[in-house]
């Protein structure tokens, strides 16, 4: 393997924490207060200054959505993100499970409406790290199954629903800090550049049985298209496909990330937006994976999108900040709030 550098060891880290936090802490209950605090929407930025970073945020015009953030949604649908992570859980533990959410122990009776139409499903792959993994007492997470659960999804008389689970693979832990960036090319045409390992992860894993699967849902009602972290990243990535391949679900979808890392560059956020404005993050400002990668990394350029929605759960530690507790429990409570990200003044 290359010598990493610092900044990589240091975003290995962060990602690397941010997967295993749900893993082995995920449905360990939350008891924390939520407040309303203004954050900054940079990440490690040793490398530039607070002006540049202002700059670079101002370099594009992103028209808010036109449809309001709906918290009532956004309730169902952070609890949706908590079955993906159980969905594959229950996968690995069960080579006979077939994928159904109905089983699994945080299913919940609003979704009685939905059917679930179908679940995303691949190969996993051996990554070197299991070898020293396997030396070490979490030996046991590493799964016994060939084929692991993406996400699912979901399609009702009124709406449609596609979910993703983050990051739990040891090769997806590495495409995380494979923060060079890639084109994104559609139909022969170039609309920015991406993350090559989150790009990776989508093409190889997602992109075709998604959109097979599109084609069982009604055109002319909202899609909603989910997750968190990883599953945030997976979720911008797939909401754009479909709004730049599928015209007629291109007025109809909606992305709500939860603790996602930035996707892509100024180019990719703009094209974006204009695709598919109807979009919105979630963030937990003690929560450090939102704000990777870095703004600036090298010679690439990352911006986020979607309108910010945020709140403070504060824990004192990296791990249950980022957990999916954390933001189930300030959504339930309503707490997040919509504003603009606060870039700190210079000399920060």
Not at 172 to 192: F, L
Request: aromatic share 12%; proline share 6%.
């Amino acid at each position: 393997m290359a010598n990493w550098s610092r900044r990589q060891v240091l975003l290995a880290g962060f990602f690397t924490g941010a997967g295993m936090s749900i893993v082995t802490s995920h449905f360990r209950p939350q008891s924390n207060s939520e407040h309303d605090q203004e954050g900054a929407d940079i990440a490690y930025e040793a490398d530039i200054s607070a002006s540049k970073i202002r700059e670079i945020e101002q370099s594009i015009a992103l028209r808010q959505p036109t449809i309001p953030y709906n918290r009532q949604m956004s309730k169902l649908l952070v609890r949706c993100c908590r079955l993906a992570t159980e969905q594959y859980l229950q996968g690995v533990a069960d080579p006979n499970y077939n994928g159904a959410i109905a089983s699994l122990e945080s299913y919940f009776p609003q979704l009685d409406e939905y059917e679930q139409i179908t679940s995303f499903q691949a190969f996993r792959e051996r990554s070197w790290l299991e070898p020293v993994i396997k030396q070490t007492p979490l030996r046991s997470l590493i799964p016994k199954t060939d084929l692991i659960y993406h996400g699912f999804m979901l399609k009702s008389p009124k709406n449609n629903i596609i979910v993703f689970r983050g990051t739990q693979e040891p090769d997806e832990w590495i495409a995380n800090i494979n923060a060079a960036q890639t084109d994104y090319r559609s139909n022969n045409t170039q609309v920015g550049k991406v993350h090559q390992g989150f790009y990776s992860l989508y093409a190889n894993n997602l992109a075709v049985p998604i959109r097979k699967a599109i084609k069982q849902f009604a055109p002319n009602i909202p899609c909603y298209v989910t997750g968190h972290s990883l599953g945030g990243v997976m979720a911008v990535l797939a909401a754009f496909d479909l709004a730049h391949n599928y015209a007629e679900f291109r007025q109809q979808i909606r992305m709500y990330s939860y603790a996602s890392p930035r996707v892509g560059d100024p180019n990719f956020a703009q094209s974006f937006n204009s695709h598919v404005p109807n979009s919105y993050r979630i963030v937990n400002y003690a929560d450090s994976t939102w704000l990777l990668p870095p703004t600036q990394l090298n010679e690439s350029v990352y911006l986020h999108v979607g309108q910010a929605w945020s709140f403070i759960n504060q824990t004192g530690d990296l791990n249950p900040n980022h957990q999916l507790a954390a933001y189930q429990a300030a959504i339930d409570r309503e707490v997040e709030i919509s504003q603009p990200p606060i870039t700190p003044v210079s000399g920060f």
